[in-house]
């Protein structure tokens, strides 16, 4: 049996948040007041509907736009680990679960070459239409309390394992790698055996610490939180063996 890792992308394998790094496309590099104020809680996805708009709006075109989301960083040991990842597909699957969008994950991927080592992205759609305009559509509708109304990952995740169940595929462990508040719901899903890997001194670290100091229930899953992408490739290393 195999192990699926699911990631996060935004500060997990790009160290950065990919939805405000391309505001750098900008011929001012920075969001006029009345848009950056625009934005809701909890509804993020439209929010930058709005953002690929105005920038399609300042004439901005794909080319450039693409340019400068290659220029994001990783974070530190990313890529050595989807390179590992990729060299052992016999013995891992690998998704990511993101708030980001298909488009950005995509070229972001083949930038640095390792977009081998993902089986699936799960993100919100985007597209590019004649005029050269982005646009974005949340993921899906659920019913969770606890996530953004365009995604929960917990669910994400529960349908992803029922798809790949009733295709004979099954999970001997899961490895959970995100760092912030969404990541939490599907964490609290995992079972015994499984691990939860959050981001040294981000949101979900502080999250899992403040459920266990309050007595809440805490995840199933062993927790090791990580710095490094090393970290977590000599982890999986292994568990493979």
């Known amino acids: 049996m195999k192990t699926l890792v699911a990631f996060d992308f935004d500060h997990t394998i790009v160290d950065d948040n990919s939805d405000t790094w391309v505001i750098r496309s900008t011929p001012d590099q920075r969001l006029p ?65 993101s708030d980001a969008n298909t488009i950005f994950i995509d070229w972001i991927l083949h930038a640095s070459g390792v977009q081998s080592a993902i089986d699936d992205v799960f993100s919100n759609p985007a597209s590019i239409d004649a005029r050269g305009y982005m646009s974005v559509r949340c993921f899906h509708a659920h019913d969770c309390q606890q996530c953004p109304v365009n995604l929960c990952k917990r669910k994400v995740l529960s349908d992803f394992k029922e798809s790949q169940a009733k295709a004979g595929v099954h999970y001997e462990r899961i490895c959970y790698v995100g760092d912030g508040g969404n990541d939490f719901c599907p964490i609290n899903d995992l079972n015994e055996g499984d691990i939860a890997m959050p981001r040294k001194g981000y949101t979900l670290e502080k999250l899992l610490c403040k459920s266990r100091s309050e007595g809440s229930a805490t995840p199933r899953a062993k927790i090791m939180p990580w710095a490094s992408g090393n970290e977590i490739l000599q982890e999986l290393r292994a568990l493979i063996q």
């Not at 340019?67 to 052992?88: C, H, K, Q, R």
């Open 33 to 97: 007041d009345w848009l950056r104020k625009s934005y809701q809680k909890g509804r993020w996805t439209e929010y930058m509907g709005r953002v690929l708009t105005y920038i399609g709006d300042q004439s901005v075109q794909p080319d450039h736009m693409r340019a400068v989301m290659e220029s994001i960083p990783y974070t530190e040991g990313m890529i050595e680990l989807l390179t590992f990842i990729s060299d052992n597909k016999k013995d891992i699957d690998c998704i990511i679960v």
